[in-house]
């Protein structure tokens, strides 16, 4: 058997540099608990990055892509299969309202990540405009602090400048306001009427550090969407598929989009990406005008099917809003007891951030919580990311945040806060 140190030697002598991996090479998991490859235990309370919605080794998920991988595991897009209609079928009947009704988005497409499933929506937003005698709107309104992924057609939407430099990023079609300030929307699009073609938004800024959209702002850009003729295109790659407690989490505010790009927790780890757009829409991608050959792929479709499936049946979206309420509180209840390293926590369901005090960086209590056996995430440089598994138990949560507390009361106080409190 090969120890971490030997791994991770090979791995940084061949594969490229471009990810800050940390000194851990995982090896198998189950529920929500993963292993090493030295035999050593994590709990998992970042889920591959709000990834493996169903924890590790889920029999039911096995199961599936076992059994498609001895029918068929690709068909390509010349052909109907079963799985990518299927998965289809079901992501367009969880967009029905509550009680039934026509459901909000009824076309998909399917791809392999949330960087292509974005990378759709753009291309979409701009061939609308075009279709309609309007090839002048090609700009987009975009967020600060926002993530949409790192093609150049998603990065210049993402509105992080730290993912921009040295790529030669078209930022000139693309305008970053403020996160929640819809009177800036308002203002931008009453002085450029006619030159955009869609809003784009997360409902919870993910990467940016965990943070909800304000009361009433999706509801708000709904509305001036549709005032202005631009699509609401809401991007649900982190938030959808269950996560924040409900199966999108555009349905809390109870406003659709026109567009909706999902991708991580859709596969529950197989690679997945999907486009899901209103009736309307449908035929603006006229055949020819985009595709990939691996997406609708037999194996990732069936996998999802199989996560959807396995998510209405044991009521795991539920599930997320009861433990994301737990997870809530048991995170307040370590920001109180270790206020010199927390600042608070926030988040909605299953996608948390415990907020760093002043002095404390993200990255220090992410590496005292692995050697104290939690697995996290960073979404900035002062937010500790909390993503488990949609099948985590308050036992788990209890260990977890056992584990987190003893690491926090390991990292050495900042010295500002020391200062002010022997004072
Ligand atoms: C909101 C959001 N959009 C887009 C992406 C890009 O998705 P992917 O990494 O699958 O390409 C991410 C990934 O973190 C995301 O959180």
């Known amino acids: 058997m090969s120890t971490n140190a030997e791994i991770i030697a090979v791995g940084n002598e ?15 998991g189950k529920g929500c608990e993963l292993w ?31 059994a498609q991988a001895q029918r068929l ?25 509550e009680g039934g009704g026509a459901p909000a988005l009824s076309r998909v497409f399917l791809c392999n990540s949330g960087t ?16 309609k005698g309007e090839a ?27 993912y921009w430099e040295g790529f030669g990023c078209d930022l000139e079609r693309v305008t970053h306001l403020d996160f929640g300030q819809l009177d800036q ?7 450029h009427p006619r030159e955009v073609c869609g809003v784009v938004a997360e409902p919870v800024q993910g990467e940016g550090g965990v943070l909800p959209a304000p009361e009433g702002f999706l509801r708000g850009l709904r509305a001036l969407a549709d005032e202005f003729g631009a699509l609401l295109i809401l991007d649900e790659i982190q938030t959808g598929v269950g996560r924040t407690g409900a199966w999108f989490a555009w349905q809390h505010a109870g406003v659709a989009p026109d567009v909706m790009p999902l991708a991580k927790g859709l596969g529950g780890g197989v690679p997945i ?7 309307s829409l449908n035929g603006v991608l006229s055949p020819g005008t985009h595709g990939t050959t691996f997406g609708g792929n037999p194996l990732a479709a069936a996998a999802a099917v199989a996560v959807i499936e396995t998510m209405q049946k044991d009521k795991l979206v539920r599930r997320a809003a ?3 309420d737990y997870l809530s509180a048991k995170l307040a209840e370590l920001a109180r007891q270790h206020p010199a390293i927390f600042d608070g926590e926030r988040g909605l369901g299953l996608l948390r951030g415990l907020l760093m005090a002043r002095g404390v960086e993200a990255r220090q209590m992410l590496a005292a919580a692995r050697d104290h056996g939690v697995l996290l995430s960073v979404a900035s440089e002062r937010v500790l990311r909390v993503t488990p598994p949609l099948v985590i138990d308050e036992a788990t949560i209890d260990e977890a945040a056992r584990a987190i507390g003893a690491a926090a009361a390991s990292i050495p106080i900042p010295a500002a806060r020391d200062a002010k409190q022997s004072a």
């Open 322 to 324: 009861k433990m994301g």
């Open 136 to 162: 002048q709107r090609t700009r987009f309104i975009a967020f600060k602090n926002s993530f949409h992924g790192r093609s150049l057609g998603a990065l210049p939407l993402t509105g992080t400048p730290k």
């Open 73 to 97: 595991l690709h068909a390509s897009n010349l052909v109907w299969s079963e799985p990518a209609v299927a998965l289809a079928r079901h992501l367009v009947d969880l967009t029905r309202p």
């Open 273 to 279: 990406g999907a486009m899901l757009v209103k009736e």
């Open 14 to 28: 061949v594969l490229l540099s471009n990810y800050r991996q940390a000194p851990v090479v995982l090896d198998h």
């Open 185 to 191: 929307v308002r203002a931008y699009l009453e002085a």
């Open 116 to 131: 292509e499933a974005m990378e759709a929506c753009v291309k979409l937003a701009r061939r609308h405009a075009f279709l």
């Open 36 to 66: 090493d490859v030295e035999g050593r235990r994590f709990l998992d309370l970042y889920g591959g990055i709000a990834v493996s919605a169903l924890g590790h080794a889920h029999p039911a998920l096995v199961g599936a892509i076992q």
